[in-house]
C-alpha cells in the first residue's frame, strides 16, 4: 500500500558529505510523521532525523548540528544532507513513515520502513 523508496548511500571519507532522500508513494491520506532510522552494527536502531505533527523537527542528539533534514514541496520526499561525517556514522539508515490511510471507510493508522541504504565513513 505504501513504498518507501531510499538512495544517498554510500562511502565517503571523515569529514566528507552525503545526502539521503527518500520517496513515498502510495494512497496516503495522512502523513502524520516521516524521518530517518540508523542502526550500527551490535547497536540499537535510532533515531536520526524527523519531521513530525506538522513542520517539528527532531534530531538525534549525535547528529545535531551536523546533519539537516528537509522535506520536498510535495510533502512526500524528505532529504537527509549529512555534513561532517564520522566513523561512527556508518550505519544503514532506514527510511520510516508514520502514516494514516483511508480503508474499508475508516483512517487506519499505519507504520511504514524503507529497505535501508547503507553509509560507510572511513577514516
Known amino acids: 500500500q505504501v513504498q518507501l523508496v531510499e538512495s544517498g548511500g554510500g562511502l565517503v571519507q571523515a569529514g566528507g558529505s552525503l545526502r539521503l532522500s527518500c520517496a513515498a508513494s502510495?494512497?496516503?491520506?495522512?502523513?502524520?510523521?516521516m524521518g530517518w532510522h540508523r542502526q550500527a552494527p551490535g547497536k540499537q536502531r535510532e533515531l536520526v532525523a524527523a519531521i513530525i505533527s506538522g513542520d517539528r523537527i527532531n534530531y538525534g542528539d549525535s547528529v545535531k548540528g551536523r546533519f539537516t533534514f528537509s522535506r520536498d514541496n510535495d510533502k512526500k520526499t524528505v532529504l537527509l544532507q549529512m555534513n561532517s561525517l564520522k566513523p561512527e556514522d556508518t550505519a544503514v539508515y532506514y527510511c520510516n513513515a508514520d502514516v494514516s490511510l483511508f480503508l474499508d471507510g475508516t483512517y487506519q493508522r499505519k507504520n511504514y520502513w524503507g529497505k535501508g541504504t547503507l553509509v560507510t565513513v572511513s577514516l
Open positions: 502510495g494512497s496516503i491520506s495522512i502523513l502524520n510523521a
